[in-house]
Structure formats: structure tokens, C-alpha cells
């Protein structure tokens, strides 16, 4: 019997999961039970990482004491920051820094899965935003345990008091891509853990996945796009020729999705509201250009294809527009999608069993060896 191969694993159902519903036909994403257009907006991040971890929101009391418990393992191992203070004295790219680091969090605990959760949830902000700081000749921020995730996450970067807006918009963005089914990243998660091995180890394989620039790589030159045209009347023209040189356009088109991508409406709905009060509003109305005219171009040029804005457009224009530098772009992912991550760890552990597919083998056979 000759088996079907599925390049790229793409229609194969790998295992059931209650944490996220990936309608790519209908341009619908469900995480945990919640249109994502409804929770990520309203919802903090404590709260998603309640949802997520157990199957339903938290009343106040429960909301308190997880935020109490994250909070409190914000703290980072100090062989973690010695790794950390040897890879900015190199200069090591910050996905890689994420990589290395996130695999020391195994220093002095008890292995426990869902407190590995709870520790790499908490550190991975920290993690973040003070190799930053070690890269760029400034000391780490000292652990603060009366923010929110999202204000911890920009104090640990800028070290400076931080506004409601840029918190808010920030962990939008975070809840927004928490979850999205079977991606690279949370499949690699899932593969190791699949093996009974801990948190630990899954998510450091996760950052891997994330880092290769198929996956996680996109936000920042999609915002490059809109600085190179820099003025809406050249907008049009640049990206027709962009578009008959075969360039991608980075931030649309989509493998799932065949409609608009429910995240990019989520995240230019943040988009608006933030530039309302903070940030270039200038830089926001060219955006809104460019993204009109990448429309019309692509309609035009490439006709019956589904490539409309993705998640990528607005996660570039809402992150520059609080603060982050392109080169933390994907580490700002990593920091939400780590709770998907996780949730897909415990639920794997609770109820999955190994995965090994098999291979179909093309080599040849009957070769004889010869001294």
C-alpha cells in the first residue's frame, strides 16, 4: 500500500485540543471558548493565562492570586543573567539570546509542569527586556512585583514609567497571538512534551521553531514597507512594482487563512485606539495608505488569490507605535504565544500520547558495501 504524503503536515489532524479554533475558511480564530475579537481586548493577561491553564475565566479571588503567583516568579536564576551578560557582550541576536536563556530556567527548581508554566510565563518579560538592556550598555531593571504583565514587560525594557495606553495595547497584542492551533512552534512544543519531558526543554525547542523567519519573522519588514514609501502618493506605484518583481509583500496573504485575518482586525482596531491619543499619528494615517493600496494592487495583479492583511501589518505599526524596536518584534511574540505553549504542554502531558508519524522512504535499497 503506498501511503499519501502531506507535504508540510498541511490537512493532517494531528490530536483534539480546547484551546483554540483556527477557521481559516471563515477568517475565525476561537481562543478557549472566545471569538478573539471579543477576549483580547477586554481581557488582561492574567486572565487569559487563567482561561487557558484551566478551561474558564477567573472570579477576583482567582485573578488576584494568580496574578500574585506570576509576579513572584519574575525573578531570574543567576545563572540565567550570567548567560545573559556573556551573550550581549557578543552581541547575540535576542531570539537566540530567548533561546539560550529560556533553557536555564531549569536552574534549582523541582520539576513540576504546571509551576515550570507559571516560571516561564513570568520570566520570559524579564528575559527580554534586560538582555535588551545588557545589549545596549544598560543595566537590567530590578524585579518590580506591583505591575500588571504588561507593564512589567515595557518597564523591563525601558525602565521608565509606563502609561496605561502602551500597557494596554501591548497586552492586546500579546493575548491576540497567545494561540493559533498547530503552528510550527506550538507543534514542536507539543512533540516534546509528547515524550513526557518537562516544560522546560518543550519551550526552549518552541523559541527555536519561532526564530526560523517562516514563522515568526515577518512584523519588522512589514513596517520596513511602509517607511521605504514613506509618503501615501507613492504607495500605489511602489508596491505594483514590487509586485511585478515577485516580491512578497510582508503583512499579507496568509497559509490559512483565505479571508482577512481576524488578528489584523483585532490589532488595527488597538492600532486606532492607540494613535487616537499616543504615538506618530502621521506614521498611522500612511499606514492605513499603504495597506489600501497593497489591497487594490493585489487585487489587480494577482486576481482570485486570498491575500489580504494578516497579522503582521498591524502587529508592526501597534508594537512601534508603544515603544519596541523592530529586533524585538518576535520576542514580543514569543512573550504571548509562551502561554500557548505552555497550555499545549499540560494539555499534551494530560492526554495525548507520543507522536511519531511515519516516513515514506525514497532512497535506494540493495546497495552492497565494499571494503
Given at each position: 500500500?503506498?501511503?499519501?504524503?502531506?507535504?508540510?503536515?498541511?490537512?493532517?489532524?494531528?490530536?483534539?485540543?480546547?484551546?483554540?479554533?483556527?477557521?481559516?475558511?471563515?477568517?475565525?480564530?476561537?481562543?478557549?471558548?472566545?471569538?478573539?475579537?471579543?477576549?483580547?481586548?477586554?481581557?488582561?493577561?492574567?486572565?487569559?493565562?487563567?482561561?487557558?491553564?484551566?478551561?474558564?475565566?477567573?472570579?477576583?479571588?482567582?485573578?488576584?492570586?494568580?496574578?500574585?503567583?506570576?509576579?513572584?516568579?519574575?525573578?531570574?536564576?543567576?545563572?540565567?543573567?550570567?548567560?545573559?551578560?556573556?551573550?550581549?557582550?557578543?552581541?547575540?541576536?535576542?531570539?537566540?539570546?530567548?533561546?539560550?536563556?529560556?533553557?536555564?530556567?531549569?536552574?534549582?527548581?523541582?520539576?513540576?509542569?504546571?509551576?515550570?508554566?507559571?516560571?516561564?510565563?513570568?520570566?520570559?518579560?524579564?528575559?527580554?527586556?534586560?538582555?535588551?538592556?545588557?545589549?545596549?550598555?544598560?543595566?537590567?531593571?530590578?524585579?518590580?512585583?506591583?505591575?500588571?504583565?504588561?507593564?512589567?514587560?515595557?518597564?523591563?525594557?525601558?525602565?521608565?514609567e509606563i502609561g496605561p495606553e502602551r500597557a494596554?495595547?501591548?497586552?492586546?497584542?500579546?493575548?491576540?497571538?497567545?494561540?493559533?492551533?498547530?503552528?510550527?512552534?506550538?507543534?514542536?512544543?507539543?512533540?516534546?512534551?509528547?515524550?513526557?519531558?518537562?516544560?522546560?526543554?518543550?519551550?526552549?525547542?518552541?523559541?527555536?521553531?519561532?526564530?526560523?523567519?517562516?514563522?515568526?519573522?515577518?512584523?519588522?519588514?512589514?513596517?520596513?514597507?511602509?517607511?521605504?514609501?514613506?509618503?501615501?502618493?507613492?504607495?500605489?506605484?511602489?508596491?505594483?512594482?514590487?509586485?511585478?518583481?515577485?516580491?512578497?509583500?510582508?503583512?499579507?496573504?496568509?497559509?490559512?487563512?483565505?479571508?482577512?485575518?481576524?488578528?489584523?482586525?483585532?490589532?488595527?482596531?488597538?492600532?486606532?485606539?492607540?494613535?487616537?491619543?499616543?504615538?506618530?499619528?502621521?506614521?498611522?494615517?500612511?499606514?492605513?495608505?499603504?495597506?489600501?493600496?497593497?489591497?487594490?494592487?493585489?487585487?489587480?495583479?494577482?486576481?482570485?488569490?486570498?491575500?489580504?492583511?494578516?497579522?503582521?501589518?498591524?502587529?508592526?505599526?501597534?508594537?512601534?507605535?508603544?515603544?519596541?524596536?523592530?529586533?524585538?518584534?518576535?520576542?514580543?511574540?514569543?512573550?504571548?504565544?509562551?502561554?500557548?505553549?505552555?497550555?499545549?504542554?499540560?494539555?499534551?502531558?494530560?492526554?495525548?500520547?507520543?507522536?511519531?508519524?511515519?516516513?515514506?522512504?525514497?532512497?535506494?535499497?540493495?546497495?552492497?558495501?565494499?571494503?
Amino acid at each position: 500500500m503506498i501511503a499519501e504524503i502531506h507535504e508540510g503536515l498541511e490537512g493532517v489532524v494531528a490530536s483534539a485540543t480546547r484551546l483554540s479554533l483556527v477557521d481559516g475558511a471563515a477568517g475565525r480564530l476561537i481562543l478557549a471558548g472566545y471569538a478573539v475579537e471579543d477576549i483580547a481586548p477586554r481581557a488582561s493577561f492574567e486572565e487569559m493565562a487563567h482561561l487557558f491553564w484551566t478551561g474558564r475565566l477567573p472570579d477576583a479571588q482567582e485573578l488576584k492570586a494568580l496574578t500574585a503567583t506570576l509576579a513572584s516568579r519574575r525573578s531570574l536564576p543567576s545563572g540565567t543573567l550570567v548567560l545573559m551578560r556573556e551573550a550581549a557582550r557578543q552581541q547575540t541576536p535576542v531570539m537566540d539570546a530567548l533561546r539560550m536563556a529560556s533553557s536555564t530556567l531549569s536552574l534549582g527548581r523541582n520539576e513540576d509542569a504546571q509551576h515550570d508554566a507559571y516560571t516561564l510565563v513570568a520570566a520570559f518579560p524579564g528575559i527580554i527586556g534586560g538582555y535588551w538592556r545588557l545589549k545596549n550598555g544598560q543595566e537590567p531593571m530590578k524585579v518590580n512585583e506591583n505591575l500588571s504583565h504588561g507593564e512589567y514587560f515595557l518597564h523591563q525594557i525601558f525602565g521608565s514609567e509606563i502609561g496605561p495606553e502602551r500597557a494596554r495595547g501591548l497586552e492586546t497584542y500579546m493575548n491576540t497571538v497567545c494561540d493559533h492551533g498547530f503552528n510550527a512552534s506550538t507543534f514542536t512544543a507539543r512533540v516534546i512534551a509528547s515524550t513526557h519531558s518537562d516544560l522546560v526543554s518543550a519551550i526552549t525547542g518552541a523559541v527555536g521553531a519561532l526564530k526560523g523567519p517562516l514563522h515568526g519573522g515577518a512584523p519588522g519588514p512589514a513596517l520596513d514597507m511602509v517607511f521605504e514609501i514613506g509618503k501615501p502618493e507613492r504607495a500605489e506605484s511602489m508596491i505594483r512594482e514590487k509586485v511585478r518583481r515577485g516580491e512578497r509583500l510582508m503583512g499579507f496573504g496568509h497559509r490559512v487563512y483565505k479571508v482577512r485575518d481576524p488578528r489584523a482586525d483585532v490589532l488595527a482596531a488597538a492600532a486606532e485606539k492607540f494613535y487616537t491619543t499616543e504615538g506618530d499619528r502621521e506614521l498611522y494615517k500612511l499606514a492605513l495608505d499603504v495597506e489600501k493600496a497593497a489591497l487594490k494592487v493585489l487585487a489587480e495583479e494577482k486576481p482570485g488569490r486570498p491575500l489580504n492583511t494578516n497579522v503582521e501589518f498591524y502587529t508592526a505599526l501597534l508594537l512601534h507605535g508603544v515603544g519596541l524596536p523592530t529586533e524585538l518584534f518576535t520576542p514580543a511574540f514569543a512573550a504571548g504565544r509562551v502561554l500557548g505553549w505552555s497550555a499545549h504542554c499540560l494539555e499534551q502531558l494530560r492526554e495525548g500520547r507520543l507522536i511519531r508519524p511515519d516516513s515514506m522512504y525514497q532512497g535506494p535499497t540493495g546497495l552492497k558495501f565494499k571494503n
